[in-house]
């Protein structure tokens, strides 16, 4: 055996940028590609050790077994506060009288029972983290989104833009779907890598709610918020069927010859959502047979880094189709339509 | 003085965009005008937190412009009032 292991590597660097400057050639490469080696793992440690909030194992306190949410529902009574408020129902009590509190503990059991049921997934972090909702944040506060710890707030809306924000099966799953995300590949949130995180988000958003309407790939409507639009958004935030057309202010793009440089990653996100769209309607069925385990592989796959373009995300959703499905299977054709359709390069 | 405000991201991924004299801001007395004076020009160094709100703001007085970028959470808590009084004039792009 000659594979060298330079992660914990015996060799200091100082030797190795001595080597490096040698005049002889051989030794010269030698040591620059070990140096360049050395920097990839400790870039790979350093950024393993971000998702995970600096802890490169958790301890093991108890065995789960999973295959149930651990769900606590809070009232923020619209302070804008990220301190979890009084707590208004815990996992396995009846519902309450306030139905944001209902669907918000309803929708964070529907996101968990997707990532378990299809993927085997306990919660977000795959070791069983609780999911935290807050309603009620803020005064007509237009937003819903995910703290990055296991808390999700969500704001009422204004009644124009937004309305109870809880009611949108798909924003719940959009905004846990960050915390999938942050757990693996953790997309950076700014161009094309932010755009992805985006869309990966509004992918499986979509999928819990066609899964908990039971609404196959021609029965959903493919559009993301449509619960939770006021009347100047009507009639949803964004459409993954035709990008552009979900309301008068929609801006995303459908194909990449209208990318919008520097644009917000909600503008981009259109271009990886319709060939998920694209994917998905071409193998038919339910999005999560075949579509969704091809972008769960990729999103969970440690080649697909945090500054990922559309086309090495791209890559990666092919990889995965022709390993799991096979060369000439039905997916990977699938696959390359869907990209083939918004022009990203295979 | 001339205050825009726009506001950028959230969930629904929209642009809010609002602007006004601050002597037609009911409340914004000097004390307001001073720590708009103040505001860091520029932009925030690391990319917003998923689905949160970015905001810009552009204060103008005699004739100078000057334009600062927030994350939400980053935003002075002194300002809070009046970005939100010129957003709730504003209009989406």
Same mark, same amino acid.
């Given at each position: 055996m000659t594979t060298r292991h330079p992660l914990h590597c015996i060799v200091?660097?100082?030797?190795?940028?001595?080597?490096?400057?040698?005049?002889?050639?051989?030794?010269?490469?030698?040591?620059?590609?070990?140096?360049?080696?050395?920097?990839?793992?400790?870039?790979?440690?350093?950024?393993?050790?971000?998702?995970?909030?600096?802890?490169?194992?958790?301890?093991?306190?108890?065995?789960?077994?999973?295959?149930?949410?651990?769900?606590?529902?809070?009232?923020?009574?619209?302070?804008?506060?990220?301190?979890?408020?009084?707590?208004?129902?815990?996992?396995?009590?009846?519902?309450?009288?306030?139905?944001?509190?209902?669907?918000?503990?309803?929708?964070?059991?529907?996101?968990?029972?997707?990532?378990?049921?299809i993927f085997q997934r306990d919660s977000l972090d795959g070791q069983g983290l609780p999911l935290v909702g807050c309603v009620h944040f803020g005064t007509a506060y237009d937003n819903a989104f995910y703290d990055g710890a296991g808390h999700m707030f969500f704001g009422?809306?204004?009644?124009?833009?937004?309305?109870?924000?809880?009611?949108?099966?798909?924003?719940?799953?959009?905004?846990?779907?960050?915390?999938?995300?942050?757990?693996?590949?953790?997309?950076?949130?700014?161009?094309?890598?932010?755009?992805?995180?985006?869309?990966?988000?509004?992918?499986?958003?979509?999928?819990?709610?066609?899964?908990?309407?039971?609404?196959?790939?021609?029965?959903?409507?493919?559009?993301?918020?449509?619960?939770?639009?006021?009347?100047?958004?009507?009639?949803?935030?964004?459409?993954?069927?035709?990008?552009?057309?979900?309301?008068?202010?929609?801006?995303?793009?459908?194909?990449m010859d209208h990318y919008v440089p520097g644009g917000d990653v909600h503008t981009n996100s259109g271009i990886p959502n319709h060939a998920f769209f694209v994917v998905a309607t071409t193998l038919g069925g339910h999005a999560w047979d075949a579509?969704?385990?091809?972008?769960?592989?990729?999103?969970?796959?440690?080649?697909?880094?945090?500054?990922?373009?559309?086309?090495?995300?791209?890559?990666?959703?092919?990889k995965h189709a022709q390993r799991d499905y096979g060369q000439g299977s039905s997916e990977a054709t699938a696959v390359r339509a869907g990209w083939d359709a918004v022009k990203v390069p295979l | 003085m001339h205050i825009q405000v726009v506001r950028r991201g959230g969930i629904a991924g929209v642009t809010l965009r609002g602007e006004t004299d601050t002597a037609e801001l009911a409340g914004a007395g000097r004390d307001t005008e001073e720590l708009l004076? *103040?505001? #860091?020009?520029?932009?925030? *160094?690391? #990319?917003?937190?998923?689905?949160?709100?970015?905001?810009?703001?552009?204060?103008?007085e005699a004739g100078r412009s000057q334009t600062a970028h927030f994350n939400e959470g980053e935003l002075p808590e002194g300002l809070r009032p009046v970005v939100k009084a010129v957003l709730d004039r504003g209009t989406l792009d």
């Open positions: 200091p660097p100082g030797l190795l940028d001595r080597l490096a400057r040698a005049s002889d050639e051989a030794v010269r490469n030698a040591a620059l590609d070990t140096l360049a080696l050395d920097r990839r793992f400790r870039l790979t440690r350093a950024e393993s050790a971000a998702r995970t909030g600096g802890f490169l194992a958790r301890p093991v306190t108890f065995a789960r077994t999973g295959g149930q949410p651990n769900r606590t529902i809070h009232d923020q009574q619209h302070s804008e506060s990220q301190t979890p408020g009084v707590v208004v129902r815990s996992e396995g009590q009846p519902p309450v009288s306030d139905s944001a509190v209902n669907q918000a503990y309803d929708g964070l059991g529907a996101t968990y029972d997707y990532y378990w049921s009422d809306g204004d009644g124009q833009m937004l309305t109870q924000t809880t009611a949108g099966i798909d924003v719940i799953g959009h905004e846990l779907t960050h915390g999938v995300t942050q757990h693996e590949a953790n997309l950076t949130y700014s161009g094309q890598s932010g755009a992805l995180n985006e869309s990966v988000s509004d992918v499986f958003g979509i999928q819990v709610k066609q899964r908990v309407l039971g609404l196959d790939v021609t029965q959903s409507d493919w559009l993301i918020g449509a619960d939770i639009v006021g009347p100047e958004l009507q009639p949803a935030l964004r459409s993954m069927a035709a990008p552009g057309t979900a309301n008068p202010h929609d801006d995303q793009p459908a194909d579509a969704g385990p091809i972008w769960y592989a990729t999103v969970c796959d440690p080649a697909l880094h945090p500054g990922a373009s559309f086309a090495q995300f791209a890559k990666l959703t092919l | 004076r *103040a505001l #860091p020009s520029g932009g925030p *160094a690391v #990319p917003g937190r998923p689905d949160r709100f970015r905001y810009e703001i552009t204060v103008t």
